[in-house]
Nanobody, 114 residues
Framework: QVQVVESGGGLVQPGGSLRLSCAAS????????MGWYRQAPGKERELVAT???????NYADSVKGRFTISRVNAKNTVYLQMNSLKPEDTAVYYC????????WGQGTQVTVSS
């Protein structure tokens, strides 16, 4: 079983930046895919970004050019750098690790508001 724990959410003004972290309980080099989803109030959970063990990344169109996902194997951590944040980015952000099955974190709230 894999545990993932998110951190780094908070309140930020439009145009600002935040970096989310996702720490895994096992060595992440053995995890095929890690990524982030988000869920805004009244909306379905949507994919934000993923990164494979080989370093390939994928992004939702809505965040391309603004968000960057990266993984640091030595720290067993995946990061989501979010720049040029917009009010529509407001959501609970969930990290997951695909290791046979998907393991989810508890989520971290990101609020973009002036």
């Amino acid at each position: 079983q894999v545990q993932v724990v998110e951190s780094g959410g908070g309140l930020v003004q439009p145009g600002g930046s935040l970096r989310l972290s996702c720490a895994a309980s096992i060595r992440i080099f053995s995890i095929n895919v890690m990524g982030w989803y988000r869920q805004a109030p009244g909306k379905e959970r949507e994919l934000v970004a993923t990164v494979t063990s080989g370093g390939s990344t994928n992004y939702a169109d809505s965040v391309k050019g603004r968000f960057t996902i990266s993984r640091v194997n030595a720290k067993n951590t995946v990061y989501l750098q979010m720049n040029s944040l917009k009010p529509e980015d407001t959501a609970v952000y969930y990290c997951y690790a695909h290791y046979g099955t998907r393991y989810w974190g508890q989520g971290t709230q990101v609020t973009v508001s002036s």
